[in-house]
């Protein structure tokens, strides 16, 4: 049985930022922020172009960047109501805490954004500097405080760790500072190098692996006695307050990519946008399909990257996806729960480690 049968999600992609983070890969861009109203109209014009070919309703929408706070409320909006929606979607919004308002909490609320994701990062100042970030820590309690008041019953807040110069103690002043704004999810992020960054090129700011592991260990027991379960290998929340869009992804489900660099799949079949807004509003506007490239997974790789997305949550593995001598090898990394075979907390910590053992198999079996 295949567990996404029935989802469907919409991944949507804001690529302007103000500053672009020291860590940051992604599609993100500073020069061009005026080409905001030519993207938002060109992203709805994708929108319609897909539900005149029979889009499904979208049972989750994500909303990414880049800075989606970036773009006056309006406008996001607008983007945003062109989406066929399922019943009782959640549609995420990322948000920086400097730019947060209540105003554009009510205003997203009503516009039918039921969820928004704060980048954190970190409360501590140097450490946040030190990641090249720009909010002020102060203005994460008042964001927070602002996405409360708006109504939002269920939002997630973004940590990472590892960074240079930062000591156990700024972590756990983090960690202490975000549990007490009460989150109903939070997701921790261990700092990682990727390749044409600023960081990429400082080997003397890269993270220690056993310094990540000693605060990934202390903020999972921390979270644990907040009530929030460890529901994926970066990811805690209370129970109900799991992120829809997600699980999505875990569960290799069907998802369509609005904007540029967007990536979007369809049974086994995989694709991503043009990386730059420019040729993706020209493409648009031209009547073009925004496709960069694609590739077509066969059923045994699709098998064993079910599995490897798999063991990285609580719901775990079949038995079967570990031969018995790999069962043995990984004592104390995997634990046999309800029949399936789940990450310890010191798995987690192997989990890359644990995945290059597990072989494709069947999720029924």
């Known amino acids: 049985m295949n567990k996404a049968a029935g989802l469907h999600g919409v991944y949507v992609h804001i690529p302007f930022c103000a500053k672009r983070c020291d860590y940051c890969a992604f599609a993100t861009f500073t020069d061009r922020h005026h080409l905001q109203g ?9 929108i319609r172009t897909l539900v005149a070919a029979d889009m499904q309703p979208a049972t989750s929408v994500f909303v990414g960047g880049g800075t989606p706070t970036m773009l006056p409320a309006e406008e996001l909006l607008s983007v945003l109501a062109e989406i066929p929606l399922a019943s009782r979607a959640e549609v995420t919004v990322e948000c920086n805490p400097d730019d947060i308002t209540l105003e554009m909490m009510q205003r997203y609320l009503r516009g039918g954004v039921n969820r928004v994701s704060i980048g954190v990062q970190s409360t501590v100042d140097h450490v946040l500097q030190s990641l090249g970030r720009t ?4 203005n994460v309690q008042r964001a927070v405080a602002h996405v409360k008041q708006a109504g939002f019953l269920t939002f997630n807040l973004d940590i990472m760790y590892g ?5 156990l103690a700024d972590w756990q002043q983090t960690v202490a ?3 007490a704004l009460e989150p109903p999810h939070v997701s921790a992020y261990g700092l990682t190098i990727e390749a044409n960054t600023p960081l990429a090129s400082q080997p003397e700011r890269h993270p220690d692996d056993d310094d990540q592991a000693d605060k990934y260990e202390w903020v999972d ?15 805690w929340s209370l129970p109900g307050h799991e992120c829809a869009h997600n699980y999505l992804y875990w569960m290799q489900g069907n998802y369509d990519g609005i904007g540029c660099a967007a ?3 369809k049974d086994g079949t995989r694709w991503w946008n043009v990386r730059t807004p420019d040729r993706y ?8 399909v925004p496709v960069s490239s694609s590739e077509v997974l066969d059923e045994e790789t699709k098998l064993l990257e079910e599995m490897q997305l798999l063991i990285r949550t609580r719901e775990g593995v079949p038995t079967a996806a570990f031969s018995l001598d790999d069962r043995s090898l990984l004592e104390g990394l995997i634990e046999l729960r309800d029949d399936r075979y789940v990450l310890t907390r010191a798995g987690r910590l192997m989990a890359n480690e644990v995945s290059i053992r597990l ?3 069947q999720t029924s079996q």
Request: proline letters at 2%.
């Open 177 to 179: 500072d975000v549990v």
């Open 38 to 46: 030519e993207y938002v109209q060109a992203m709805r014009k994708h």
């Open 281 to 288: 509003i020209e493409m648009i506007n031209a009547g073009e």
């Open 221 to 235: 027991q921390r979270f644990a006695d907040a009530g929030m379960l460890n529901y994926e290998i970066s990811n």
């Open 263 to 265: 990536h979007a799949h």
């Open 163 to 167: 960074a240079a110069g930062e000591s």
């Open 135 to 138: 909010h002020n820590p102060e």
């Open 359 to 361: 072989r494709g198999v």
